[in-house]
């Protein structure tokens, strides 16, 4: 019995809490402030916003849908353009998952791009696609956004005092979270400021732009070399610990909020860069269909929301990821990453 | 013909240059910086140290071979004293990866722990084990460990200018390196400092005491509630973003070194905390064996070497990888999380 109580508590070792008889009290888990958030502090997430990625069943014959949504504007518009073209002209139909690297990316796109062993010539591409520039990796109009970006965690500036603050909802809006943010510090190896917008990790050297950041589930565009800035065509999903150093280098146009798991898992290729070798083309998932949600009928439209990254909830959750005091951590880390304060979004109730 | 292009290029979008007609030239990459490295740089992983699990072989019959390296004094050795223990008494043998939870841990253990569904009783634990307290969680004799310490980034303290410095190996050994590491900054949300330790990347608040870093591919050991801290029993490793809220909570005990992709693309459970469900028990990898490479006959033992991290190569290296100049980049990041700044290690040629 002991061992088996042992056990019983190692499941519970790693990660939030769940109902268990010998556990210990303690405050909240972050994901017990995310349940008891008020319905006010949820934002519904509109159905043009959201492809609805179906793949070919597994091997036991069950289906995998993966719901990604996409990036709300100032941000990688013209490449959201491209992408609802391309699912709107289906021409993602019958494309594939091509690349799984292993603690990086899985990347699907046209299996005829770029392979010695093509069975057929690459889909021509649809008309109407926008071409893009570098420039609009990130986004210079942080006047205009200001009033909704928000930064949960801040750490007192060096010399003052050390430790992290809560952030306070009511300095959320407008010029006086900009300036408090101009003399704080969300830093890390990456940039000075790293914070949320509306929804997304975002970060910025100086406040004077910025940009959506590699988390993982995030998902981007492939490109060709610089001054290439990709088209939607190939997509890719990051599946391991976040390569910042993309950020600013490829656009990033949303994230992967429900079937994840059908992209993280895998298997890994093992030609050059994770891309499945000459022999194993067989490993190939099929995308079967690929439509923005508003697209489909009104029954089968999935409803998101996320939990706005503006309202004290949020600042609550992102405090306790920062300082675990639930019942397993013995010692707050004083801090997160913010690719680790992932932003919850959660099915909608119907008609809610 | 410009679409193959296009997703020639696209093919090397995300990583690492391979050989390509229309590469532009650039700077080396990092893999070009580590595949120069002088053979005098490498450092051989001791046999006795290499851990060899080998689990059942995959749904096509190949074999799934995972070897994971144990950390070095002075960090928990009491608990790698409980591996090889286990390791020994063939007591990992037979059991099972019960738990795969996506962006968190793949963890292994006997699988009639917890388990409303077993089918057998708890496995009793061997003899000799070592009962670890909290304090071992992290190593408090750094002035004994400056020698073998290295922080290959630097930033200049806030004020004094911004941008990153390059590590000199000179500053690499002894007082000299540990009085400027005090006085500079390798901080991320986690930690003041952030440097590595004869090959493996740690952590430090004040520098009166270090620890190991939950980087992708560790390896930890599952625990109860405090004060309890894990035998060895229950082991895990980390398949997405770094955990760094759990360093000082866990002992980290190692790191997989080769076959991460056959724990990292594991089926996801669908139960709490991502352990298997009661209706996918047959959804466990059996692991075979795990075996200390030393006891395997000398023609069976692996190995390893990895790239000294007080060598100029590795401070080169981890330069490259914060200031990416090879031809796909366009903004150099100008920093790198230390887990992105993942330490070469490499099969090492027959008799070298």
């Known amino acids: 019995?002991?061992?088996?109580?042992?056990?019983?508590?190692?499941?519970?070792?790693?990660?939030l809490p769940a109902a268990a008889q010998d556990e210990p009290k303690g405050a909240p888990a972050p994901s017990e402030i995310v349940a008891g958030a008020p319905k006010a502090d949820w934002v519904a997430i509109a159905a043009e916003d959201l492809l609805v990625m179906t793949l070919a069943p597994d091997a036991d014959g069950k289906p995998r849908q993966v719901v990604i949504q996409l990036m709300p504007a100032p941000f990688s518009q013209g490449?959201?353009?491209?992408?609802?073209?391309?699912?709107?002209?289906?021409?993602?139909?019958?494309?594939?998952?091509n690349r799984v690297q292993d603690n990086y990316v899985t990347?699907?796109?046209?299996?005829?791009?770029?392979?010695?062993?093509?069975?057929?010539?690459?889909?021509?591409?649809?008309?109407?696609?926008k071409v893009m520039s570098e420039a609009d990796y990130t986004a210079s109009n942080v006047d205009e956004l200001a009033a909704d970006l928000s930064f949960p965690l801040m750490q007192k500036p060096p010399g003052e005092s050390s430790g992290w603050t809560v952030y306070s909802p009511s300095m959320g809006k407008g010029d006086a979270a900009k300036r408090h943010l101009r003399n704080s510090s969300g830093d890390d190896p990456y940039a000075r400021f790293n914070l949320f917008y509306r929804g997304w990790p975002v970060a910025s050297a100086d406040m004077t732009s910025i940009w959506p950041t590699h988390c993982y589930g995030m998902v981007g565009v492939g490109r060709n070399y610089s001054p290439d800035t990709?088209?939607?065509?190939?997509?890719?999903?990051?599946?391991?610990?976040?390569?910042?150093h993309l950020d600013r280098n490829i656009a990033l146009v949303g994230r992967v909020i429900e079937g994840m798991e059908h992209l993280s898992s895998l298997p890994r290729g093992k030609g050059a860069l994770g891309f499945y070798a000459a022999d194993e083309a067989g490993k190939r998932t099929p995308i079967l269909t690929v439509r923005v949600a508003s697209d489909l009928p009104a029954a089968e439209q999935p409803k998101f929301e996320y939990l706005s990254t503006e309202s004290g909830s949020f600042a609550t959750y992102a405090e306790a990821i920062a300082n675990r005091r639930d019942p397993f951590f013995i010692v707050p880390a004083g801090g997160a990453d913010i690719c680790n304060i992932r932003v919850p979004v959660r099915r909608a109730a119907e008609g809610g």
């Open 1 to 15: 019995m002991r061992t088996a109580l042992l056990a019983a508590a190692t499941a519970l070792a790693l990660t």
């Open 107 to 129: 990347q699907w796109g046209d299996p005829n791009y770029d392979n010695p062993e093509a069975t057929g010539k690459p889909k021509p591409l649809p008309e109407g696609l």
């Open 230 to 244: 990709g088209s939607g065509a190939e997509l890719y999903t990051v599946i391991g610990h976040a390569p910042r």
């Open 79 to 97: 490449w959201v353009h491209n992408i609802r073209l391309f699912a709107r002209a289906k021409w993602y139909d019958g494309i594939s998952v």
